[in-house]
């Protein structure tokens, strides 16, 4: 793996990683399965591959923080809005 890739997939794994603290399920189920599957691909060394699964994770992480916005717009709705009101 070249440089630039090299240094993109670390910080990939560090966002997913530090994004998984909160996730639903707990932070040791999201490590376990984020290891996984980076290393289920450990040994892709195609610059292209590379790429497009760097562009999924990506995604996974908007897929995350989208998961966390609404958890929070449903908890602060649940605080401030009666349930009889509906």
């Known amino acids: ?5 090299k240094s993109k997939v670390i910080a990939l794994y ?5 994004l ?3 996730y ?3 932070a040791a189920y999201f490590r376990e399965k984020l290891k996984a599957a980076f ?3 450990k ?4 610059p292209e591959q590379i790429e497009k699964l ?4 990506d995604f996974v992480i908007k897929e995350l923080a989208a998961l ?7 908890a602060i709705k649940k605080r401030y809005y009666d349930k009889d009101e509906k």
Do not use: A, C, H, I
């Open 20 to 22: 998984g603290r909160e």
């Open 39 to 41: 290393m289920k691909n």
């Open 43 to 46: 040994d892709v060394t195609d």
């Open 54 to 57: 760097v562009k999924r994770g």
């Open 68 to 74: 966390y916005f609404l958890r929070k717009y449903r």
């Open 14 to 18: 560090k966002n997913l990683l530090y």
């Open 1 to 5: 793996m070249s440089n630039p890739l």
């Open 24 to 26: 639903p399920q707990g």
